[in-house]
């Protein structure tokens, strides 16, 4: 998206943290590679804590199609950065998320 950005992650730290992170490399990269001087981002960030399976499936589809509502793409697969591209390697949905059914498959495998 050319004004925002959404995650779905699962931070090892704060989420505060994982933040900094992310938009401390990203600014560095961008001044350093792109000569960028201004401000990129805004102080502060919104979220939103997933709390089971189908809310999560549920936030992957919201983000996947928000380029296709914002008229960038026909396809959300089709904007390239998007982890709905097939040229992101994706983690695994976070065990605490799957369904029961299927962690009780993993468990006995």
Same mark, same amino acid.
């Not at 925002?4 to 990269?29: C, D, M, N, W, Y």
């Not at 992957?60 to 697969?77: D, F, S, T």
């Given at each position: 998206?050319?004004?925002?950005?959404?995650?779905?992650?699962?931070?090892?730290?704060?989420?505060?943290?994982?933040?900094?992170?992310?938009? !401390?490399?990203?600014?560095? +990269?961008?001044?350093?590679?792109? %000569?960028? !001087? !201004?401000?990129?981002?805004?102080?502060?960030?919104?979220?939103?804590?997933? %709390?089971?399976?189908?809310? #999560?499936?549920?936030?992957?589809? #919201?983000?996947?199609?928000?380029? /296709? %509502? &914002? !008229?960038?793409?026909? %396809?959300?697969?089709? #904007?390239?950065?998007?982890?709905?591209?097939? +040229?992101? &390697?994706?983690?695994? /949905?976070?065990? +605490?998320?799957?369904?029961?059914?299927? +962690?009780?498959?993993?468990?006995?495998?």
């Amino acid at each position: 998206m050319p004004n925002h950005f959404h995650l779905l992650i699962t931070p090892r730290e704060t989420l505060e943290r994982a933040i900094q992170l992310v938009k !401390g490399g990203f600014s560095f +990269r961008a001044k350093k590679e792109l %000569r960028f !001087g !201004g401000e990129i981002w805004q102080t502060s960030f919104y979220d939103h804590r997933v %709390r089971d399976a189908n809310e #999560y499936d549920k936030m992957r589809i #919201y983000i996947h199609q928000n380029p /296709v %509502r &914002a !008229g960038l793409v026909r %396809r959300a697969e089709d #904007y390239p950065y998007s982890s709905a591209n097939s +040229r992101f &390697a994706l983690d695994e /949905v976070p065990q +605490r998320l799957k369904p029961a059914t299927l +962690r009780a498959a993993k468990s006995q495998a």
